[in-house]
T-cell receptor
Framework: DTGVSQDPRHKITKRGQNVTFRCDPI?????LYWYRQTLGQGPEFLTY????????KSRLLSDRFSAERPKGSFSTLEIQRTEQGDSAMYLC??????????????FGSGTQLSVL | GESVGLHLPTLSVQEGDNSIINCAYS??????FIWYKQESGKGPQFIID?????DKRQGQRVTVLLNKTVKHLSLQIAATQPGDSAVYFC?????????????FGTGTRLQVTL
């Protein structure tokens, strides 16, 4: 399977615990994105990387959230001191950086986080 | 699998009929638009895209129409099949010259009846 891979698929945690998710993008893609999706809504942009550099973060990304892409390949998203409002599907997407407007994002199946 | 959304607008179509899903986008500065399909428990799957310098683009069984005057996007699916049942999202990208920070619409659930 050469698509975007995310692990774990589901995570149940207690409020206050830390969680970490992993994303493996399509191998030749140099851009990697994290989005969050809550029930009944479309995905919302959180942050993105070009190679290992984190170039932009949304205001949705509080200081309890941190993302890394240390070698420009896989990425991790960590949430510290989880809150019930963090419950959502966390989606990773990757793409090849292109000139102009036509950059296609390919999404993984997501990690569904439930904070009890 | 877990439902993508419980209170989405729903379009019911009979198998074999054509489907038209509509989307109003928000920003006249957007220069690129994508339709995604999302099945329960899965991430969004790319269907078709269109740039703002076009008003129509066709793929296999799908056509996207763009009306920049009224900021409207539509997805037409020909000969709808049961496998087309899913939630469909339109997404827009602002012409900021940076990466694809897509803004997604609310989504429409397509139900295909036999």
């Amino acid at each position: 399977d050469t698509g975007v891979s995310q692990d774990p698929r589901h995570k149940i945690t207690k409020r206050g615990q830390n969680v970490t998710f992993r994303c493996d993008p399509i191998s030749e893609h140099n851009r990697l994105y994290w989005y969050r999706q809550t029930l009944g809504q479309g995905p919302e942009f959180l942050t993105y990387f070009q190679n290992e550099a984190q170039l932009e973060k949304s205001r949705l990304l509080s200081d309890r959230f941190s993302a890394e892409r240390p070698k420009g390949s896989f990425s991790t998203l960590e949430i510290q001191r989880t809150e019930q409002g963090d419950s959502a599907m966390y989606l990773c997407a990757s793409s090849e950086a292109t000139q102009g407007a036509g950059e296609k994002l390919f999404f993984g199946s997501g990690t569904q986080l439930s904070v009890l | 699998g877990e439902s993508v959304g419980l209170h989405l607008p729903t379009l019911s179509v009979q198998e074999g009929d054509n489907s038209i899903i509509n989307c109003a986008y928000s920003n006249s500065a957007s220069d690129y638009f994508i339709w995604y399909k999302q099945e329960s428990g899965k991430g969004p799957q790319f269907i078709i895209d269109i740039r703002s310098n076009m008003d129509k683009r066709q793929g296999q069984r799908v056509t996207v129409l763009l009306n920049k005057t009224v900021k409207h996007l539509s997805l037409q699916i020909a000969a709808t099949q049961p496998g087309d049942s899913a939630v469909y999202f339109c997404a827009e990208k602002l012409n900021t010259g940076t990466a694809s920070k897509l803004t997604f619409g609310t989504g429409t659930r397509l139900q295909v009846t036999l």
